[in-house]
């Protein structure tokens, strides 16, 4: 057990509310009826809702409760891959708060929420600027409706031109959302196999671009890809893509990585989105809130979303491109994550943004090199935002598993890394601690997994329970979400 880390302290067993529910117990108290009783009588109730029946106390009690056995950011570190999962200073959270920017209603006409333009139009300013793509729009409301909105601007764009092209490739590194949104869009996604050194191979590339040619619409990279591997040949690759008319859709959920390094328009893409929710530190998770914005260069600007945004004659005005896609959310885009980000790319300048990707490497490069003698690694060449270990070892040792060795870490007071993912590693586990992790708060982390590596090889555990310390221990994960114990009706069955 770590010091500082862990769940032995006080931890109170909670029922349901339901459980809880006592007859006539209610929350509130209304005097008592001075006038006739009316209802319109089809509307009434013949059975009582089913609610359970308890006073103040008790519902604040039983949340926050259940909110203790809640794992956070905010109570220890989240070393999930892929999605970068970073604290998200306060000071956003206090900016999007002020009652100027949360209680305005989105139909104000233009002349009155300048301000609130200004934002939107700052930060599509700063992202091109981040990114070097020439145009923004902050609409999309998370990673995968960006990419859905930027291959529906490539449709239109081919469409522009009279062609009708099918297929949309995509690396198998790739995250499933990435198939996903082009199959949504409306294409074929063809999978690129990667070669043994992770990345893509420029041959096998240009190989599918002579087979498909003039049918391949986009093709959509990850960079650094999921396996924190930097495509190296990414400029050949998208003079390939274009030979042949296509486009270079770059898949932003990356960036964290190489900000202020390097730019996806030197790159050659042609189409991007951010994830705001991971790189510029905007709340994440539990399906929300979340933001995507999609930068493009010129070529594909007159199909971005409506409204566009511009700046005529020092006021912000409202424009709709007949050409345009159309919507793809209401109004503007999520608002109050699109203040969070501005207020963190403000506060970093452009020097605390390669501090932030600069960071973020050498956490991931330091986990990787001190695990290395623990855990097989897959790919030896340098990483860059994220470290991939696997079982291989940990099986040859005492038949123990990924799973059981991500359980065991909830017992080390850690949330467990991704795991199985990326599908091209077996066994995998993806670590991204991200540049908000302190070295003490690493290494506790490390130590942790160095804990567990010990005690299989000398076969003292095989963790086969884990975890144990937790109020609910281990449990049959696909009957939990197939059938979810929520009443005590459930319980019964
Ligand atoms: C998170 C992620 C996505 C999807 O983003 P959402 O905002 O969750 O929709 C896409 N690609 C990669 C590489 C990601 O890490």
Redesign the pocket.
């Known amino acids: 057990m770590i010091e500082g880390q862990g769940t032995t302290g006080l931890v109170l067993k909670e029922p349901t509310i339901f459980e809880r529910s006592s007859a006539g117990r209610q929350g509130y108290a209304l005097p008592a009826l001075d006038v006739p009783e009316k209802q319109p009588v089809r509307f009434v109730r013949h059975k009582a809702a089913e609610l359970p029946e308890v006073s103040e106390l008790e519902v604040v009690r039983h949340f926050t409760r259940l909110s203790n056995w809640n794992y956070s950011v905010d109570l220890g570190m989240f070393p999930l891959g ?3 999962m970073k604290y998200n200073p306060r000071i956003n959270e206090e900016i999007a708060a002020l009652p100027g920017l949360s209680v305005i209603h989105p139909d104000l006409p233009a002349e009155h929420c300048q301000g609130a333009l200004e934002i939107i139009y700052c930060l599509e300013k700063l992202l091109c600027g981040i990114s070097g793509m020439d145009e923004c729009t902050a609409q999309p409301s ?4 960006g ?1 859905l909105t930027g291959l529906m601007i490539v449709r239109a764009f081919h469409e522009s031109l009279g062609s009708s092209r099918k297929i949309v490739l995509v690396p198998d590194t ?2 499933g ?2 198939p996903a949104s082009s199959v949504l869009a409306g294409y074929q996604a063809i999978t690129l196999k990667s070669s043994s050194s992770g990345i893509l191979n420029l041959e096998d590339v240009r190989g599918v671009c002579d087979k498909f040619g003039r049918d391949i619409a986009a093709m959509m990279i ?1 960079n650094p890809n ?1 396996l924190g591997l930097f495509e190296s040949n990414i400029i050949e690759i998208s003079q390939a893509l274009h030979n042949v008319g296509a486009q270079l859709y770059m ?1 932003g ?2 960036l964290n990585a190489i900000m202020g390094y390097a730019k996806p328009s030197d790159m050659g893409v042609d189409v991007m989105q951010f ?1 705001l ?2 790189t510029f530190s905007t709340p994440h998770g539990g399906g929300g809130p ?1 933001a ?1 914005p999609v930068a493009v260069r010129s070529h594909l600007a007159p199909y971005l979303p409506n409204p566009r945004i511009r700046l005529v004659e020092g006021k912000y005005v409202t424009e709709n491109l007949k050409s345009s896609i159309g919507k793809v959310r209401g109004y503007y885009g999520n608002f109050g994550v699109l203040v969070r980000a501005l207020a963190y790319i403000l506060q970093q300048g452009a020097d605390g943004l390669k501090q932030v990707s600069k960071a973020a490497v050498l956490n991931a490069n330091y986990l990787r090199h001190r695990l290395s003698s623990h855990f097989a690694v897959p790919y030896r060449s340098p990483h860059f935002h994220e470290c991939v270990l696997t079982d291989a070892i940990q099986i040859k040792e005492n038949g123990v598993k990924t799973l059981a060795i991500a359980k065991a870490l909830i017992d080390q007071g850690f949330h467990p890394p991704t795991i199985y993912f990326p599908l091209v590693v077996g066994g995998a586990m993806l670590i991204e601690p991200t540049e908000t992790e302190s070295l003490q708060e690493l290494d506790k982390l490390i130590d942790a997994f160095i804990t567990i590596a010990e005690a299989i090889r000398t076969k003292k555990d095989n963790f086969e329970h884990a975890p144990r310390k937790t109020i609910v221990g281990k449990v049959d994960e696909v009957r939990a979400a197939r059938q979810p114990i929520l009443s005590l009706d459930d319980r019964a069955q």
């Not at 998370?142 to 409706?145: L, N």
Request: charged letters at 15%; one cysteine or more; glycine letters at 14%.
């Open positions: 892929s999605c970068t998370a990673g995968a409706q990419e790739a995250h959302t990435n990850t999921t898949d959920a990356n994830n929710h991971k979340g995507g």
